[in-house]
């Protein structure tokens, strides 16, 4: 084929079109100013979730040669998950399409202006509803790193997010979040991400570390954190961001986003004391990294009920959420044999697993309204209903990673040579070391 130089001048001034035309395609905006100032507040809580939040949290476990590594893929996923959202992600996400996916007409943002309006963003902006997305879209991927900690090529871990993004994220968040969505149709409850973010990046995350086999020395050499206090400040701020990640799902400063935040706060704590309790009666010992892992697990299993659970349900399943999640780091983990890293299944996937079916027992409409009924208020279909969610979210997340996974690995390969896994991937790879 000839190159023709009137052709792709078009097409050069074809895209400019989609980019910076604005035609007025949405509903007009009835805004509350604020309803959106605590929208871009949450925003830009959620963003300090991964920097600096995750980065330091995942940081502080791994070996001091891999700390800048580590970092850095929080980092440059914040940036490449930006640009897919950005392009692609958004749109598949959250426009109409059909039942497993949305629309293309938000692609490049086409069509976004300053008075744009979203069904689901109610009396904001849809550039400030696009932007929380996006913080979550960004979370979601960096938490399953995790999983991949000291042994992962950095040009593999670039393209497995790329493409797990655009496969296996957006599909997911519209099955839940959007309307038409399959499970949001069936009336899945997930207020802040139980399923979308913390199954779905803790099953990739499982795959992964199956995949790329145990790090060298596993269980023979000590592979102890280089600096627990990085990750209680990873955690600390974690918390803090979890309240725009939490409240800030009502898209709203109103009551629902005050008891949001309140059940979060109670679960997260009840969670912590949980995990130390148990660690301390089975360990003998309350470790600092242990209380950190257990309000994690806390924030993670508050998170699809948040909307929907009163302050005694959120306390309950909090303490559930940390007991259950130190068995799965404690027993669960050695006996399956995986190298999860830094256990994100353990405690994400399991985690979100508790709080997506504990919600279907819990959701309580004096909270979350009529239509949200749980077992203890009558409902017993509900938790069924949480089930479907949690096994298909299991399922296409599961067998995307892997398929995603596989076909790095037989192109590019996933994982460094043995002699750069030694040295440690901060001098290996990026040509820097923290010291």
Not at 183 to 190: I, P
Not at 216 to 225: C, V
Not at 332 to 355: A, E
Request: charge should be negative; include cysteine.
């Amino acid at each position: 084929m000839k190159f023709s130089m009137p052709k792709a001048v078009g097409a050069i001034g074809a895209l400019g079109a989609l980019m910076f035309t604005l035609p007025a395609l949405a509903a007009d905006l009835e805004l509350d100013t604020g309803d959106t100032a605590w929208m871009l507040t949450s925003t830009a809580l959620v963003l300090m979730m991964t920097i600096p939040g995750v980065a330091l949290f995942y940081a502080g476990m791994v070996r001091k040669k891999n700390v800048l590594s580590t970092m850095m893929q929080s980092f440059a996923i914040t940036c490449l998950v930006t640009v897919i959202w950005t392009v692609v992600g958004y749109s598949l996400a959250f426009t109409e399409g059909g039942d497993y996916l949305g629309g293309f007409s938000r692609i490049l943002l086409s069509g976004m202006g300053l008075d744009s309006a979203h069904d689901l963003a109610g009396t904001i902006p849809e550039s400030v509803f696009m932007t929380f997305q996006m913080t979550f879209a960004i979370i979601t991927a960096a938490l399953i790193t995790g999983a991949m900690a000291d042994r992962m090529k950095f040009s593999a871990l670039l393209w497995f997010i790329g493409l797990w993004s655009i496969i296996v994220y957006a599909p997911i968040a519209h099955w839940v979040w959007a309307p038409g969505g399959w499970l949001f149709d069936m009336g899945v409850l997930d207020f802040a991400g139980g399923t979308v973010v913390h199954i779905n990046s803790g099953i990739a995350a499982l795959m992964a570390a199956i995949v790329l086999g145990p790090r060298i020395g596993y269980r023979k050499e000590n592979l102890s954190p280089h600096n627990v206090g990085f990750t209680v400040i990873g955690a600390s701020l974690l918390w803090v961001g979890w309240f725009g990640f939490n409240a800030g799902s009502s898209v709203n400063a109103d009551t629902n986003a005050g008891m949001a935040m309140a059940v979060t706060q109670i679960a997260t704590a009840g969670a912590a004391l949980a995990w130390m309790f148990a660690e301390w009666f089975m360990a003998r010992k309350p470790s600092v990294l242990g209380i950190a892992s257990g309000a994690v697990a806390g924030l993670v299993a508050i998170t699809p009920a948040s909307g929907f659970v009163t302050p005694g349900a959120a306390l309950l399943l909090g303490i559930m959420a940390g007991v259950i999640c130190y068995w799965a780091v404690s027993w669960l983990k050695p006996r399956m044999g995986y190298d999860d890293s830094l256990d994100v299944f353990g405690v994400h996937c399991i985690g979100g697993i508790t709080g997506a079916i504990l919600t279907g027992v819990f959701a309580n409409p004096a909270i979350g309204g009529e239509a949200y009924v749980g077992l203890l208020s009558g409902n017993p279909g509900q938790v069924w209903t949480q089930i479907v969610g949690v096994g298909a979210t299991l399922i296409w997340s599961g067998v995307g990673s892997l398929v995603i996974l596989y076909g790095i690995k037989a192109t590019i390969g996933l994982r460094v040579e043995e002699m750069q896994e030694r040295e440690g991937l901060d001098i290996a790879l990026h040509g820097e070391s923290i010291s």
